[in-house]
Structure formats: C-alpha cells, structure tokens
C-alpha cells in the first residue's frame, strides 16, 4: 500500500509521466526515448531537490505515515532470537508497550519500544502507541533486569505520547514516568535510545534517559505536539504547521541544541519505503555505539549519562542583560 | 448632521443601562481590605487573611502563595539564603515574543524565574529548598527553572542535608521545546545522584502540580505530600474528557482524590506544614551510635 504524502505528489506525478510515456512507446511506433531520458533526468533533480529540502511539517507527515516501520518491524530486522515479556507484575500487561529479551549480533541485549497499530484494529489493541502507567512499569522491570543480568538496554521511541485518561491518572501517570526517568539515571547498562517516529512529551522520554540518543532523519521529538502547541499560541490547531516550524522539533533542530548525539539517515522518501534498507542504517550505527558504550566501566556509563542530560538547557545571568 | 454620522461607527456611544456580571467577576472581590473565598464565598479581612498563612478562616481553602510569602511562612525566620538569584531565560529556539513575555513576567512578579532556590532551616534543621512560584509564566520548567532546580539539588548534595521542593507549575514551558522536556530527564538523574548519595527527598505539591513537573521531580519525593485541594495530575482535565469522552469526577486530579488512589503520602494543611517537616526532618537525623538507649 502506498499513501503519497503531499509534497510527494510532484515526484509521483512525474514518475507516473514517464510510466505512460515507456508504454506509449512499447505499443506506438514511435521513439520517444530521447523525451523518456530527458524527463527521467528532471525527475532525479526533482527528487533531490524535495527530498533535500523537506520542511518540518512534511517530516511530521512522513513520521506520521502509517506505514512507517514500528519498534516490531525494527525488532524482526535488527534483532535474532527475540522472545516477548509481557506484564507489569502489578496491574496489566500494556501493548502499547512492547519489550523483552534478544540478540543484537550475537549479543544478548533487551529491547524495548513503543508499539503502534499499523491498521484500526491494531491500534485499538495497543492504544494507538500510547501508553497506560503499567507500560512504563513493565518498562522499568525489563531495563532492572536487563541491570541484573548486564544486558545493554536499547529503547525505540514512538508515541503521542503518554494515554491522556481517568485510568492512566487514577494509577498515577506522573509518577510512573518519572520512575523510569529517575531509575534509568542509575542503571549499570549501556542504554541506547532511538527515536523512530514520533516522540511526544513526557511518555515519549519516559524511554528517552539513554546514553546516546538518536533520531530518525524523518522523527520528531517535541514537548508537546504541533496541533497542542497552535491550539495553546494561537487558538488555532489548524496553524500546526508553523508550530512544527517554531517548536524546531526536527532531528536537524535537536541535533543543533544538543538534545541528541545524531542523526540516522533516512532513505529517500522515508523509512516505510523499505524497512530492510533502513535497518541497515540503524544496526551501522547502533554496532558503533555499544562498541563504544560497552568499553566503559558502570560507573563511567552512569557519570556519562549524567553528563548528558546535567548540560542540556540555555540560560544567562541577570548581568549580562543589562551589558554590566 | 453631517452625512458621515450617520454611520454607527462615529455615533456616541449609547449607554448600557443594565451589566450581569460574570462568574469570575463574582468572585473577583477587589484586592484590599477584604477578600472573598472562592471555595465558600465568605468574606474576611485580607490582614486577617494573611495572618492565616492564606487559608481561609472559614472552610480552610488554600489560597495560593507566592515564593516569598512561602518563604516566611515555611522557614525559620531570617533563615533564608537565596542561591543562583540572577539566572535567567534566554530564547533558544527564537521562539516569538517570549523575551517580551518573560520581561512582563518579571515585572509583575518581581521574580527572575518561575522558581526561587536557596538554603535555610525548617525547625533548626539545615535544608536546601526550591519554591516554584505560578505567578510567574504558570510556573512552567524552561532550562532556567530545571537548571536552578538541579543546582539546588546538587547544592544540597553537596552540604549533606535534605532537599525540600514546593512544586506549582502548569509544566514543562512550551517556549523552549524539546529543551524544557530535557529539564525533566535532568532534574530527576540529578535526584538519582542526591537519592544514591543517602540525600532525602521531600516533594510538596501545591495548586496547581502538573504535567511534566508532576511527571518529574513533583513525584519523586522520598515521600510526597500536597496541600489540601490541589490540583495535581499529568493530562489537562479537558483533554481526558475529550478522549474518554465522559464527565470527570468533581474531585478528579485533586490532592484527595490522588491520596485515595495510593499516589500521596499524606495531605497537610499549610497550617501544619512546618512542624510536620520538621518532625521528618528530626525522625531522618543522624544519629550515630547514642541513638537509642
């Protein structure tokens, strides 16, 4: 299934062009083949000039996409022998939340990821990628196990963010993200986040204390999303789009105010055109980074997550305002 | 009559012989002698009011408080040493008309940053303490706010002595984006630190504690009080009804209503707060080998 995205539709249109002009010639008598190369060469430069240029609201569009890979399909591509845990131990098990035990390369590792539905029926089941409070519980008791048997810790992060309802409130949402936040500060494993979709707010940190954190090209990472934050500026959900702009929620914009270590490449036009491909990206750079990470002591991986997160921020002093 | 006048545009304003006043303008008693209790709509003197500590005389509604007022009610007297006074925002992302709104902030609550830090006792007992103070951009976290915050936390740590925060804040301030986010992941590894150190951690949630400061440091006391009534609670009331599309409880996201589902420690009126801190604080002393005989 292909869903074109709007500023996509440039590139479709053409390629579509140049499709019937190959089967004009196949049938006609006709060459148009000088026409063909001509239009094949304007379609290439068409391609990069979009793709080179993709505005944020279109990166919010292509995380967005329902058919982008999940932290499912990213597991099945990256990961050997990957067996499920379910549960919180306390209340529920919370599919919007999905986490176990596997081996990145022959080495045992946990996983864990927000989990979406690809289609309605999916998504109902796990809550459209958001999660309830024992989904982050169940989080937790995977990476403390993962501390107990010395496995690193790799998050894939995908959500809205944290379920806004009576229940989630009721079984304090609050504090179960900022347990994890808390306990993911003393973990003595290397813990690797990556952003694959969209990463909303606090549910979407509640994943995010890592050692190294890194972005889909095409990801977003924000505090509150484009449509929230033009309801809240402007009272106008509909200006989402300049908010995705302002808000610089891209993984160009958080790479510039230090709130990731990188950005991963995405192929062109987006992960959700071969997941294959793009894992292959990911595994480059997940192989480097606990190489890295795994040369450290556990205390060094703990000092150097501290580090990470103790320099992010801007601020001044009164002084310098006023110039004295 | 020129001919122009005939334009409602430059006609005199008629009179309005009749105005209904609004709910809030009800309850809006003018700031002075007298001020009018939201909760039971009594009447009282404002000095007596203060007195009070802002609770209402009548059915012990908390009115809010600012950093300052909180100081003089909470610590010792003349105990208070502000730390990292003159840290203030900048505008990261560019963000429009934030400078202008943090200015008219700071001239309306005579505050540089929605969170006052410093060191002062409680009952004799050394504490770090960070007050958040909603009258500056609702209290919301920007870098300043999560920066000063861990500073305190670390200043504490550093000084061995318990770390006490009064948390009010609408959360994470919008303004910064995704680096007012990332005040939430440093405040709490900052509170790891303190906390793996022996450090004791006391959350105060005051009206109103939520989004990501209740999802951060508001929750993560070694125990969590509130005071009576507060609102506290992750997602705005309007977007949960929205989603589940029913009526909320009266008493949904209040300080009772998270005590009775096993989210608080206890609820203490202001009233109490100082001599119940206090109590913690003496029961976590050290107390060597002489402790009990």
């Known amino acids: ?324 | 009559m020129a001919l122009k006048d005939l334009f409602t545009k430059n006609q005199p304003k008629k009179k309005k012989y009749a105005t209904i006043p609004t709910e809030a303008a009800k309850n809006d008693v003018p700031e002075g002698i007298m001020t009018k209790c939201p909760t039971c709509k009594k009447i009282m003197y404002t000095k007596e009011l203060i007195k009070n500590m802002k609770v209402c005389l009548h059915c012990g509604h908390h009115f809010p408080m600012t950093a300052k007022e909180r100081i003089e009610s909470f610590l010792d007297e003349g105990s208070f040493q502000e730390i990292n006074e003159n840290m203030v925002s900048k505008n990261p992302l560019n963000f429009p008309d934030y400078l202008e709104k943090l200015e008219k902030d700071r001239l309306k609550s005579k505050l540089n940053e929605a969170v006052v830090t410093g060191i002062g006792t409680v009952g004799g007992f050394k504490i770090v303490v960070a007050i958040m103070d909603s009258s500056f951009r609702m209290g919301s976290m920007g870098s300043v706010v999560g920066e000063k915050i861990t500073r305190a936390i670390e200043k504490a740590d550093e000084l061995s002595v318990p770390f006490i925060i009064f948390t009010a804040s609408g959360g994470a301030r919008m303004q910064e984006g995704a680096l007012s986010l990332m005040q939430m992941a440093k405040t709490s590894v900052a509170l790891k630190k303190f906390s793996g150190n022996g450090g004791l951690i006391i959350s105060i949630m005051t009206h109103p504690t939520t989004g990501g400061v209740s999802a951060s440091f508001a929750s993560l006391g070694d125990y969590n009080l509130a005071e009576p009534g507060a609102l506290i609670g992750f997602a705005g009331r309007r977007v949960i009804e929205q989603s589940i599309r029913e009526k909320l409880p009266e008493d949904f996201q209040t300080a009772e209503f998270l005590l009775k589902h096993g989210q608080l420690d206890a609820i203490i009126s202001r009233l109490e707060l100082a001599e119940k801190i206090t109590l913690i604080l003496d029961i976590h002393q050290p107390r060597g080998e002489l402790a009990w005989q």
């Open chain 1, 1 to 324: 299934m292909a869903i074109e995205l709007e500023f996509e539709r440039p590139i479709v249109e053409l390629r579509k062009k140049i499709m019937e002009l190959k089967e004009f010639t196949q049938n006609a008598d006709v060459d148009l083949s000088s026409e063909i190369k001509k239009l094949e060469i304007r379609l290439e430069k068409l391609e990069k000039e979009i793709y080179e240029n993709i505005k944020p609201w279109d990166r919010v569009q292509i995380a967005r996409h329902p058919m982008r890979p999940t932290t499912l399909d990213y597991i099945s591509n990256l990961f050997d022998d990957f067996f499920e845990c379910h549960g919180d131990r306390t209340f529920a098990d919370d599919e919007a939340i999905v986490g176990g035990i596997a081996k990145f390369k022959g080495l045992p590792v946990t996983v864990i990821g927000h989990q979406r539905g690809k289609d309605t029926k999916e998504n109902i089941r796990r809550n459209f990628g958001m999660p309830h409070p024992e989904g982050y519980r169940k989080a937790l008791r995977l990476m403390k196990q993962a501390d107990k048997f010395n496995r690193p810790i790799i998050c894939f992060i995908d959500t809205k963010g944290a379920y806004p309802g009576k229940a989630a409130e009721e079984r304090g949402q609050s504090e179960a993200i900022a347990r994890n936040l808390f306990e993911m500060a003393g973990l003595k494993v290397p813990i690797i986040c990556i952003v694959i979709g969209e990463g909303g707010s606090g549910g979407a940190l509640a994943l995010g204390v890592g050692n190294r954190i890194y972005m889909l090209e095409n990801s977003t990472y924000s505090v509150i999303s484009p449509e929230g934050a033009a309801a809240i500026l402007w009272k106008d959900a509909s200006k989402a789009k300049n908010a995705a702009e302002t808000m610089r929620i891209t993984a160009p914009d958080l790479k510039e105010l230090g709130v990731i270590d990188d950005i991963i490449p995405e192929i062109k036009g987006g992960a959700h055109k071969d997941v294959k491909q793009q894992s292959k990206e990911i595994e480059a750079i997940l192989t480097n980074s606990l190489k890295e990470l795994l040369s450290l002591s556990e205390e060094q991986l703990i000092t150097d997550r501290y580090n990470r997160f103790r320099t992010i921020g801007e601020y001044g002093f009164i002084q310098e305002f006023i110039g004295v």
